[in-house]
């Protein structure tokens, strides 16, 4: 090997290297901060339960509130009902459902709560009846009621591609994530900015526990692990192939004399 090769092949390794280290602190940063968000919530956790249970309860943002406990008294909007398709549970296709709760019966103060899933083969078309205790049509509100549980987070522009769907004869959303602005703008909902993930239903009925919330700090760590060492091994693999092409010159000059 060739000194200009041999130079060229110390540039590339030491640069794929660099970028290999920066990624693992990268990963790293992912780690610390996903941590620190499961640490802050499993405090919320601890903290007093929310009670919205009239008009202007709810406040205008979501700070500080990601992982509180809050129970909502009011009514269901049954014919605003959301589709979160292609959510699978114990290999089987469905969706998750996310319906607006009018709190205080008032439809200024919506809140889309995330109820659970339902089975749906094309992961589009869920039995929505099914997933009620009363079967009574989407278009009846039902008698004022409360829900329970913990309030998660909305990501703006997860949502993608939006899709209608016809259901009992009624029309749908059906998005991809937990995209609120994606509702606001395809829908005549106004939601509030909290989405409340609703304690596991009882069981026997045909709703599941929606998708539960994560309490760890996720892959981040192993990743950081794995480019620091694809960052070693490059550096290694090059210093033996430059040892090697070193231990064969001399070979090769002793044979020609």
């Known amino acids: 090997m060739t000194s200009t090769r041999k130079i060229l092949l110390c540039i590339v390794a030491v640069g794929l290297s660099a970028l290999f280290v920066r990624l693992g602190f990268w990963q790293l940063d992912r780690h610390g901060e996903r941590g620190a968000g499961v640490h ?21 943002d979501t ?10 008294a009011g009514r269901w909007d049954r014919a605003g009902e959301v589709i979160l398709r292609s959510r699978t549970l114990d290999g089987r296709a469905g969706a998750e459902v996310l319906t607006p709760f009018l709190v205080g019966g008032d439809s200024a103060q919506v ?15 869920p039995d929505l009846a099914s997933g009620w205790a009363d079967p009574r049509g989407a278009a009846d509100a039902g008698p004022p009621v ?62 599941r526990p929606a998708r539960a919330i994560e309490t760890d ?20 693999g090059t210093a033996t192939l430059l040892r090697s092409s070193s231990d064969r010159k001399p070979s090769s000059e002793r044979k020609r004399r």
């Open 40 to 60: 802050a919530r499993a405090e919320r956790a601890d903290a007093p339960r929310l009670e919205w249970i009239g008009p202007g309860d709810v406040p205008p």
């Open 63 to 72: 700070a500080d509130l990601i992982g509180r406990r809050a129970r909502l």
């Open 111 to 125: 809140v889309m709560v995330l109820r659970g899933w339902l089975p749906a083969p094309d992961g589009l078309h």
């Open 146 to 207: 409360q829900v329970e549980g913990v309030l998660v987070s909305s990501r703006d522009g997860r949502g993608g591609q939006p899709l209608r769907t016809e259901i009992a004869g009624a029309d749908h959303l059906a998005i991809a994530g937990l995209d609120l602005a994606l509702i606001r703008d395809q829908t005549a909902l106004e939601p509030t900015p909290h989405v409340l993930r609703a304690d596991d239903p009882p069981p026997g009925g045909a709703l």
């Open 217 to 236: 700090s996720g892959p981040h760590l192993s990743y950081a692990i794995q480019w620091f060492a694809f960052a070693i091994i490059g550096l290694g």
